[in-house]
């Protein structure tokens, strides 16, 4: 076989390296996630070193939910794997780029018109995968997060949300796509450094006009009301030179009660998001029994005929969410730690010296004709399907490798950002913090040691409350 391979002209051999290196990621992946299975399944009680800190019930749920999220991720790899390898051994991609022609031919559109055609091909390509992902997608939510309690979303909302983000994905995707296209096409020589500018400008615009204009789309924002909390949080932030200009709550429990907070914005205009779903006087999960109480009130949403997620969680038990506002300062001591240390600067530089180089190396591999008869371009060589092959494809084990590096650095920089909330005096609160939010999303406290260093872009729980030096909870 590898013989009969290497006899191969340059092209098929080319095509059997993307699949048989696709193939050795996805065997890597699927051993180390069995290699965690395998901790889940054996781990049935809770470790003692985590007996203060973790009760059996809460431990007995999150490991059930983390082994049926494995084991659906298994059977989702294994599809998305396969369609993937089909999709190249049966021509789909230059299928595909036929059939774009075709449409545009109809619009009177000759193969000159390649942008033309690349837009339709992207709009088929996209239209595709969110189809052949949907009912994985919904699996996932009705049955899986259903199941252990998380899923907060009706059908009907699940739906619109899944069109509307189609729909706004597109409006982006397409016009950035046809400039970049023709940014190639015209730049000469150097395409590439205007390629690189102009993906850096859209990147820094989409982050700017993100969290005012599509974010809100899709999810409430309010401003968090005046309040002991709020004061806390500017008091903080001023102590550390935080340009903070606003605070908001999102309502991340029309989604799911999975909790979180982060900052975004640039230079003096910073703002933090709070998922409801983290604060204990916010958490709709904490009032389920006051709505129980007033059963026979209306939601206003519902009457001002606006599609609504479920009004309170299914499984409440008496269990109560959220972080106390101690709790939530030191994760926000966290998150601005990420700040005041630099990380999100080093994020963002490492990952506009990647896309350069990326387009360089694009710049100097877009001519070899051979990478297009790889996938079946015996005729035409379509920047897009030029910037496809090489960018997915054939960087395929680049991309792997820089992803390793990344989760690597991110645990260093969890680590980090944990001792700065501890040297703002804040480490047993987001001692307890962390445990809160750990139990709260049923994050299974065992890891394999292999799954996890691969994986992990936040340190295990156990090595992150080692690390702060909590005080001794005996
Ligand atoms: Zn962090």
Request: aromatic share 14%; with cysteine.
């Amino acid at each position: 076989m590898l013989k009969e391979i290497l006899e191969l002209p340059v092209e098929g051999q080319i095509f059997y390296a993307v699949l048989v290196f696709s193939w050795t990621v996805y065997v890597w992946e699927a051993y180390l996630a069995f290699r965690q299975r395998r901790v889940y399944r054996s781990t049935m009680h809770v470790p003692t070193e985590l007996g203060k800190i973790m009760d059996s019930d809460t431990f007995a749920k999150s490991r059930l939910y983390q082994l049926d999220k494995s084991n659906f991720g298994f059977w989702s790899g294994l599809y998305s794997e396969t369609e993937g390898t089909l999709i190249l051994w049966l021509g789909g991609i230059p299928f595909l780029w036929r059939i774009s022609g075709f449409v545009t031919a109809r619009f009177g559109l000759g193969p000159e018109y390649e942008i033309s055609q690349s837009l339709v091909f992207l709009l088929l390509a996209t239209l595709f995968s969110a189809l052949t992902g949907l009912p994985w997608s919904l699996y996932s939510t009705f049955v899986i997060e259903e199941k252990h309690g998380f899923n907060q979303q009706t059908l009907s909302f699940f739906l619109k949300d899944a069109l509307k983000k189609f729909a706004v994905t597109q409006c982006i995707l397409l016009p950035v796509t046809s400039l970049l296209l023709y940014i190639i096409k015209i730049g000469g020589d150097y395409f590439f450094i205007y390629a690189w500018l102009f993906t850096l400008i859209v990147s820094l615009v989409l982050v700017t006009i993100y969290a005012d204009y599509i974010a809100p789309l899709f999810d409430k924002f309010t401003p968090l009301p005046e309040g002991d909390l709020k004061t806390d949080i500017e008091n903080m932030a001023k102590s550390i030179c935080f340009p903070l200009t606003k605070i908001y709550v999102v309502e991340g429990s029309k989604r799911s009660s999975h909790s979180n907070a982060y900052f975004y914005g640039f230079f003096k205009n910073k703002r933090i998001v709070l998922f409801d779903t983290l604060l204990e006087d916010f958490s709709p999960m904490n009032k389920k029994d006051e709505e129980h109480a007033a059963a026979g009130q209306t939601d206003e949403n519902e009457a001002a005929g606006e599609e609504r997620a479920k009004p309170q969680p299914k499984v409440g038990t008496n269990k109560k969410q959220g972080c106390s506002n101690h709790e939530v300062l030191a994760v926000l001591g966290h998150e601005l730690g990420h700040w005041k240390l630099g990380h999100t600067v080093k994020n963002i530089v490492i990952s506009q010296m990647n896309s350069f180089l990326c387009f360089f190396l694009f710049a100097a591999l877009i001519g070899q004709k051979e990478l297009f008869l790889a996938f079946g371009f015996h005729d035409s060589q379509p920047t897009l399907i030029g910037l496809m092959i090489i960018f997915q494809f054939i960087f395929s084990p680049y991309n792997e490798l820089l992803s390793f590096c990344l989760t690597v650095l991110s645990r260093r920089f969890e680590f980090q950002a944990d001792a700065f909330a501890r040297d703002m005096g804040r480490s047993a609160e987001l001692h307890s913090a962390l445990i809160k939010l750990n139990k709260d999303n049923l994050g299974f406290p065992v890891a394999d040691w292999l799954f996890s260093t691969w994986h992990y872009s936040h340190p295990p729980l156990l090595e992150r409350l080692r690390a702060l030096k909590g005080p001794k909870q005996d």
